[in-house]
């Protein structure tokens, strides 16, 4: 089956600073990658879904300027947090579509990245 | 009024048991149903997806979805230890890849 990675699993930074998480397709070529974020015992919410070669769609409520996000290529998508503040610290979780199936594309998971603002 | 209401639980039954997790939805826009398994500090992985209403069985496990009340159940046949996990159900609505999600049922079996 399709594959996500994501790096790294686990990150703490110090507020203020900025950070970059990778998601990256490993068998297959994704044009659209979607960034997700989690908080304990909660659902998963959007933030911007990512097309290749364009600028992110933004999630109403979601700071462009905060979460950058670049996918320069059709196997890597990065969300880099910047100057981040304790309140940003969560699970983040990007997906991956697969446009090589039918009608309904499944989104393939990575494995999420914990980050930890100290 | 969320989009999708899910039963946290958690929910906690012996091994061999019959488990039942509902979601209840109000966008009657909603086309595709999905349930997913997570893991503990792990991705979300599909484990069924049906499109409009009916039946759908894999295994051990069997999606419905029930249009008409907004309502849909995944059945967890003999469940396992290995079951244990939390379970999110998802949603979309035709020609849209945007996924809503429930807010995950954390499932416990023990043997």
């Known amino acids: 089956g399709a594959v996500v990675s994501q790096h790294p699993s686990w990150v703490i930074c110090k507020s203020g600073t900025s950070v970059k998480i990778e998601c990256r397709s490993l068998?297959?070529?994704?044009?659209?990658m979607f960034w997700y974020r989690q908080f304990p015992k909660q659902s998963l919410m959007l933030m911007a879904t990512s097309n290749e070669g364009s600028k992110a769609t933004y999630e109403q409520g979601v700071e462009k300027d905060k979460f950058l996000i670049n996918h320069a290529s059709l196997t890597l998508s990065t969300l880099t947090v910047t100057s981040a503040h304790p309140e940003d610290s969560s699970f983040y979780i990007c997906?991956?579509?697969?446009?090589?199936?039918?009608?309904?594309?499944?989104?393939?998971f990575g494995p999420g990245t914990r980050l930890t603002v100290t | 009024q969320k989009e999708v209401e899910q039963d946290p639980g958690p929910l906690s039954v012996p091994e061999g048991a019959i488990v039942s997790l509902n979601c209840t939805y109000s966008?009657?826009?909603?086309?595709?149903f999905m349930w997913y398994r997570q893991y503990s500090r792990k991705g979300p992985e599909l484990l069924m997806y049906t499109y409009s209403s009916g039946n759908k069985e894999d295994g051990r496990f069997t999606a419905q979805v029930d249009k008409s009340s907004k309502y849909i159940s995944l059945f967890i046949r003999d469940s396992q230890p290995s079951d244990s996990a939390t379970y999110l159900c998802a949603m979309s609505a035709y020609n849209t890849d945007k996924l809503i999600f429930g807010t995950g049922t954390r499932l416990q079996v023990f043997p």
């Open positions: 997906s991956a579509r697969d446009p090589s199936g039918g009608p309904f594309y499944e989104q393939y």
């Open positions: 068998d297959f070529q994704a044009t659209t």
């Open positions: 966008n009657s826009a909603f086309q595709y």
